[in-house]
């Protein structure tokens, strides 16, 4: 019994979820109001799109890639979310502004008013990623600068959309966010509906195990037959798929758009997959674990908020948090070695 | 005569000068010819401390795959926070000052490189989690700074010779320095040596932990010394003054032509990438397109060269 606690890698795997508990205990104990229904609700609603963005970036890290533009396409899902999928091509301020000016009639044609525009937007933003998967497999090219560009794409079109902040979110897309199930808040349910799905896409799917394989060994996986531009395509669709819905829960729960208002994500998810147990390299992943890292990071802010440290800390926090569990697994690394 | 164009041709840098060049004839068409020399000199100005931190940056991606230096944005706010309140408007404290800057920076570096060495994380991950300690001390101690740089630095960094900036000047010295190190000193070749193949250069008994440790070093005192004279340029330091040069130092080193792979770095590359750069905004500006348009541009024009480059290096 001893000996099975003792093991590195049960270790290893349990050390997203002990370091959460950790986390949430200290946050209960100095605070136990915390602990109810309302407290875990307030506490945790940001961590949903955070959640879904690192599922994202985790998407582009199995096969050894990086995505820096991440936050700029959260922001970009946001800006389209509160003016194009709300009310059509006549929610942009731009056009609002020729309807003022008269240039425009007072009721503006069916195309101009239907969300479909939005969808349009949105399922160009997955398309645009797949492309970039294809791009970067077929030039062979450093997805870090190739991201880097499309970070600076993303905010171009996110400020030519929404100039200020502003628009409104969909009304589905706020009641879904602000839903209140009863017994368990929901961002608790909301992340383990994130983390299942992701677990079942990527560990328990036999084209999953592919894509992990391709990311362990690309030239294995090209060998028996199966396309690595497929495989590329595919994860990069997918970062833009769980982006989406990143930038929609978000846009949900603020109500409005801004393009600068996800940028801190590119970094909070790379931290967050590295939290959660996954590896830079190699294919190595963990679905739930990153769901847990962006949950622990979350709350880092949340904890120093009780502890009545000034929030200019915050960052800092997830900074020193993401060394400990580092330092933490570097340990273990080294007990494994050891045996 | 043919053979000399032809090796000018050859060299990667060469196209950012030109792209630089082709931008600047286009603005200054627009406006006839007027303030060409403000354009210039603006360009010039700016420009600097883009290459500044680009000189880091750049010694760093020389490292190899998966080197990257995500703290500089963090270590140019706080040393640039921490020298003026050192410096605290008096002439006689701006050499403490600079030094102070210098040794922020140098403190930033060792304690990446050690995260990188004990926690054997890729680099990435090191410099970004040390970017979240950093940011965050230099929010809290920056946070109400408002003290003017000492009068002196102002005028230096501001100074001019004849519309050419003084500081421009020393920069290309400083980059003339830092070619001169990386092609023609031991520790130069190391560096390109570990970035080509690192158990070949451990093998051929190059000092691997040494070499990165100062790289990582020399990267972030850079960023101090550019935290430092933006403090100076801009009257004072503030809480976003770094933000813009992540993204930036990644790109000059990408438009100058040196390997992302690493490996294979030029200097002269990053003069003409920030030119460039600087020169596209201004060029946008002048014909009056919207910040949107002008993040647009920038980001198909890190793409287009990346892949102009992929294609170079295969052909080659």
């Known amino acids: 019994m001893i000996g099975a606690a003792l093991n590195p890698r049960l270790l290893r795997n349990l050390l997203p979820a002990f370091s959460l508990a950790i986390l949430l205990a200290a946050i209960f104990w100095v605070q136990p109001r915390t602990m109810s229904y309302f407290g875990l609700n307030l506490m945790l609603n940001l961590a949903i799109p955070i959640a879904l963005a690192t599922i994202a970036q985790m998407a582009v890290i199995t096969v050894n890639d990086l995505d820096l533009s991440i936050g700029g396409y959260v922001g970009y899902v946001a800006c389209v979310g509160a003016t194009l999928l709300s009310g059509g091509a006549g929610a942009l301020p731009a056009v609002r502004a020729l309807q003022e000016s008269g240039a425009l009639g007072r009721e503006l044609p069916w195309i101009l008013t239907t969300p479909l525009a939005g969808v349009v937007a949105l399922a160009l933003g997955v398309g645009v990623y797949a492309l970039l998967g294809a791009l970067i497999h077929l030039r062979n090219l450093p997805s870090i600068v190739v991201t880097l560009g499309m970070s600076f794409v993303w905010l171009g079109l996110s400020v030519m959309i929404l100039p200020s902040p502003g628009g409104q979110a969909p009304g589905w897309d706020r009641t879904l966010m602000g839903f209140k199930p009863p017994y368990a808040p929901f961002p608790i349910i909301a992340a383990g509906v994130i983390a299942a799905a992701a677990h079942f896409l990527f560990m328990r799917t036999s084209y999953g195990s592919i894509l992990r394989g391709a990311g362990g060994n690309p030239r294995a996986i090209e060998r028996a037959g199966w396309s690595m531009l497929r495989v590329k395509v595919t994860m990069f669709a997918l970062t833009g798929v769980f982006g989406m819905l990143a930038g929609l829960s978000l846009v949900g729960l603020t109500t409005s758009g801004d393009a600068n208002i996800a940028l801190r994500y590119t970094l909070l998810s790379i931290a967050g997959v590295i939290l959660g147990g996954g590896e830079f390299v190699g294919g190595r992943i963990s679905p739930v674990g990153a769901v847990i890292g962006a949950m622990t990071l979350t709350l880092a802010g949340s904890f120093l908020t009780f502890l009545s440290i000034p929030s200019d800390w915050q960052i800092g926090a997830q900074g020193a948090i993401l060394i400990l569990v580092l330092a933490a697994r570097a340990l273990i690394d080294r007990a494994e070695k050891a045996r | ?316």
């Open chain 2, 1 to 316: 005569m043919t053979a000399l164009l032809r090796r000018l041709i050859a060299k990667p840098w060469l196209w950012a000068y030109g792209a630089a060049a082709v931008v600047f004839l286009i603005t200054v068409l627009f406006t006839g010819g007027r303030s060409s020399g403000e354009v210039a000199s603006a360009a010039l100005t700016f420009a600097t401390f883009y290459v500044i931190v680009g000189l880091g940056q750049m010694f760093v991606v020389t490292l190899g795959p998966g080197n990257v230096d995500l703290s500089i944005p963090a270590t140019i706010t706080l040393a640039g926070a921490v020298a003026t309140k050192v410096m605290d408007t008096q002439d006689a404290m701006i050499l403490p000052g600079l030094a102070v800057a210098l040794a922020c920076g140098a403190a930033v570096g060792a304690f990446n490189y050690g995260l990188i060495l004990i926690l054997r994380i890729p680099p990435i991950i090191a410099t970004l989690s040390s970017s979240f300690l950093v940011q965050s001390t230099a929010i809290a101690y920056g946070r109400g700074l408002r003290i003017k740089p000492p009068p002196r630095l102002a005028d230096f960094a501001t100074a001019q010779f004849h519309g050419v900036p003084i500081l421009a000047l020393c920069v290309i010295a400083l980059a003339g320095a830092m070619s001169v190190v990386l092609h023609r000193t031991v520790y130069g070749a190391w560096v390109t040596a570990i970035g080509q193949n690192i158990r070949a250069a451990r093998l051929a008994g190059v000092d691997v932990g040494v070499t990165r440790l100062a790289t990582y070093v020399l990267c972030a005192a850079l960023a101090g010394l550019c935290g430092f004279l933006l403090s100076g340029f801009s009257g004072g330091s503030s809480l976003s003054m770094g933000e813009e040069y992540l993204l930036t130092s990644i790109a000059l080193v990408v438009i100058g032509g040196s390997s992302v792979a690493g490996g294979a770095s030029n200097v002269p590359g990053l003069w003409g990438a920030a030119l460039f750069l600087f020169l596209v905004v201004t060029m946008l500006n002048t014909y009056g397109f919207g910040a949107g348009l002008r993040y647009l541009a920038t980001g198909f024009i890190i793409i287009g060269v990346i892949v102009a480059a992929s294609r170079r290096d295969r052909t080659a």
